[in-house]
Nanobody, 128 residues
Framework: QEQLDESGGGLVQAGDSLRLSCNDP????????MGWFRQAPGKEREGVSC????????YYADSVKGRFTISRDNAKNTVYLQMNSLKPEDTAVYYC?????????????????????WGQGTQVTVSV
């Protein structure tokens, strides 16, 4: 299965910021809904944020509202996740995902509905 190319993870302190990037080199990027998921050790995968192909519709998990911002640049085939005011509970492996354009944005994030492609994951660790 083709994968998306992620970057930007790392080790930061609580209150710091990070920006994750996900590039989709081989597909018609503008045809896909893009999203970010995360999975912490011993926990289920969680949909963090998803964005429609035109960027007109977004979804955020309650745990990140007001702190994280998803954006996309269709000309660069790239989706971003700006993470501010990071907390230790944000520590997880973050995965980029792509779903076909007819998938409802919220359903993509809450149920991983319609996800066809995943990134390899990038580790985000937030220390106290």
């Amino acid at each position: 299965q083709e994968q998306l190319d992620e970057s930007g993870g790392g080790l930061v302190q609580a209150g710091d910021s990070l920006r994750l990037s996900c590039n989709d080199p081989g597909r018609a990027f503008s045809n896909y809904i893009m999203g970010w998921f995360r999975q912490a050790p011993g926990k289920e995968r969680e949909g963090v944020s998803c964005m429609s192909s035109s960027a007109s519709s977004t979804y955020y998990a309650d745990s990140v509202k007001g702190r994280f911002t998803i954006s996309r640049d269709n000309a660069k085939n790239t989706v971003y996740l700006q993470m501010n005011s990071l907390k230790p509970e944000d520590t997880a492996v973050y995965y980029c995902a792509a779903a076909l354009v007819l998938t409802p944005v919220q359903a993509m994030c809450t149920k991983a509905l319609g996800v066809h492609y995943w990134g390899q994951g990038t580790q985000v660790t937030v220390s106290v």
